[in-house]
């Protein structure tokens, strides 16, 4: 059985924080009553944002630390003592991975080992979470995903991805550390980057429908992806760290869709079609595209008891709406 620390308490130790799943992680671990501490770079000028938004920014801890920088995660854990640590840094957006391949690699990819020989070295304890990515089923090799589905990873983000995937494997099996891999499909929220298409979907959906623009620019409307609610998606991280054992899961929805639907179900949601606005542009094709993707989270569903809570019609609701608000707020332009 895991020990808490003197204080009774559950500590929780999150690099990626300031990040989408950061931000509802630390809500839900603050809601179980764990002490929370964050890794921060700091390096946007509102890197707090999202923990401000959720109404967690005074409750959660930040430490400085960057986890290409092993020192800094040394001292973070023993600023910390985490009993849990969830590793969410990453350099996330694929479409930038093909600009910035040693960076996402180094961040996305190696980074897992000082991680990991941060927490070999300090307390072997520390359950140990990696947030996997289903960009490593790229090419995908069976028409659904699992466990068990060999991976072809088609951007430098995927490669980095399958990489620390095996690493975490790999301290597993060599040292004996509680480590776990969440494969999670696409998992979106207000919350969301601009940059991803869901979210670049319900903004263009809310400025058009308030008239302060007259187009969306997308490039490739037929890939497929099995999006899911990020609330949802970091209690499977949770559950899978309150095993006995440590294993890696496939975490999706098991429905997918195409990013014309996904602009369908926006437009529709405030009256409009999106075949009048929407216009492809092929400068925002991918070099190498992941066509489909759609996971199977049966093995979650039967050891950690997790099943996804939010439909995709109710989380692109929730998107627009966000968007829609915000512009009315002036928040966002
Ligand atoms: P985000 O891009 O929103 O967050 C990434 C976080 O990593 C940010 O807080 C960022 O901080 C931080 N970060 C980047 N570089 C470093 C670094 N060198 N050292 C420390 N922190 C760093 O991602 P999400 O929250 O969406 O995703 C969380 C994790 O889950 C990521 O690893 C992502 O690759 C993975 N994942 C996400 C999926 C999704 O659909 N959302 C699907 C599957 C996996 P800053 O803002 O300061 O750069
Ligand atoms: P990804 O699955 O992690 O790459 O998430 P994204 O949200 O970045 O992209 C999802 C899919 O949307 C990919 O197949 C992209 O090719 C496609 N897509 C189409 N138009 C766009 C766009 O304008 N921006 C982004 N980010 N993706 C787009």
Same mark, same amino acid.
Request: aromatic fraction near 8%.
């Given at each position: #059985?895991?020990?808490?620390?003197?204080? %009774? =308490?559950?500590?929780?130790?999150?690099?990626?924080?300031?990040?989408?799943?950061?931000?509802?992680? /630390? =809500?839900?671990?603050?809601?179980?009553?764990?002490?929370?501490?964050?890794?921060?770079?700091?390096?946007?000028?509102?890197?707090?944002?999202?923990?401000?938004?959720?109404?967690?920014?005074?409750?959660?801890?930040?430490?400085?630390?960057?986890?290409?920088?092993?020192?800094?995660?040394?001292?973070?854990?023993?600023?910390?003592?985490?009993?849990?640590?969830?590793?969410?840094?990453?350099?996330?957006?694929?479409?930038?991975?093909?600009?910035?391949?040693?960076?996402?690699?180094?961040?996305?990819?190696?980074?897992?080992?000082?991680?990991?020989?941060?927490?070999?070295?300090?307390?072997?304890?520390?359950?140990?979470?990696?947030?996997?990515?289903?960009?490593?089923?790229?090419?995908?090799?069976?028409?659904?995903?699992?466990?068990?589905?060999?991976?072809?990873?088609?951007?430098?983000?995927?490669?980095?991805? $399958?990489?620390?995937?095996? #690493?975490?494997?790999?301290?597993?099996?060599?040292?004996?550390?509680?480590?776990?891999?969440?494969?999670?499909?696409?998992? @979106?929220?207000?919350?969301?980057?601009?940059?991803?298409?869901?979210?670049?979907?319900?903004?263009? /959906?809310? =400025?058009?429908?308030?008239?302060?623009?007259?187009?969306?620019?997308?490039?490739?409307?037929?890939?497929?992806?099995?999006?899911?609610? $990020?609330?949802?998606?970091?209690?499977? #991280?949770?559950?899978?760290?309150?095993?006995?054992?440590?294993?890696?899961?496939?975490?999706?929805?098991?429905?997918?869709?195409?990013?014309? @639907?996904?602009?369908?179900?926006?437009?529709?949601?405030?009256?409009?079609?999106?075949?009048?606005?929407?216009?492809?542009?092929?400068?925002?094709? =991918?070099?190498? @595209?992941?066509?489909?993707?759609?996971?199977?989270? /049966?093995?979650?569903?039967?050891?950690? %008891?997790?099943?996804?809570?939010?439909?995709?019609?109710?989380?692109?609701?929730? #998107?627009?709406? /966000?968007?829609? %608000?915000?512009? @009315?707020?002036?928040?966002?332009?």
């Amino acid at each position: #059985m895991e020990k808490n620390k003197p204080d %009774g =308490r559950k500590r929780a130790l999150i690099t990626g924080v300031t990040g989408q799943d950061g931000a509802y992680l /630390a =809500r839900l671990l603050l809601g179980k009553d764990y002490q929370v501490f964050g890794l921060v770079a700091r390096r946007g000028s509102d890197a707090l944002w999202r923990l401000r938004k959720l109404e967690v920014d005074k409750d959660v801890t930040l430490l400085v630390g960057d986890v290409t920088d092993l020192s800094s995660l040394l001292r973070a854990i023993e600023q910390a003592q985490p009993t849990e640590f969830y590793n969410l840094a990453a350099q996330s957006f694929v479409d930038k991975s093909w600009d910035l391949p040693s960076v996402t690699v180094q961040v996305s990819g190696m980074a897992v080992t000082n991680v990991l020989e941060a927490i070999r070295c300090t307390d072997r304890k520390i359950r140990f979470y990696q947030a996997t990515s289903s960009e490593v089923f790229g090419r995908v090799q069976a028409p659904v995903q699992d466990e068990s589905t060999p991976f072809h990873p088609r951007s430098p983000y995927g490669v980095a991805k $399958a990489f620390a995937h095996w #690493m975490t494997v790999n301290y597993r099996e060599s040292h004996g550390l509680h480590a776990s891999s969440g494969i999670l499909f696409n998992h @979106e929220s207000p919350l969301r980057g601009p940059e991803f298409v869901t979210r670049k979907i319900s903004a263009g /959906a809310a =400025r058009i429908k308030l008239g302060r623009q007259d187009r969306l620019k997308l490039g490739n409307l037929d890939a497929k992806r099995d999006w899911g609610f $990020a609330g949802d998606y970091v209690d499977a #991280m949770w559950r899978m760290l309150q095993q006995d054992a440590a294993d890696d899961y496939v975490v999706a929805t098991g429905r997918n869709v195409s990013v014309r @639907e996904f602009c369908r179900i926006a437009f529709s949601h405030v009256g409009l079609d999106y075949e009048k606005f929407v216009e492809v542009d092929p400068a925002l094709f =991918r070099r190498a @595209e992941v066509d489909t993707v759609l996971g199977s989270a /049966a093995k979650a569903k039967a050891k950690l %008891g997790w099943s996804p809570k939010t439909s995709l019609e109710e989380l692109v609701a929730m #998107m627009v709406d /966000a968007d829609l %608000g915000r512009l @009315e707020k002036g928040i966002l332009s």
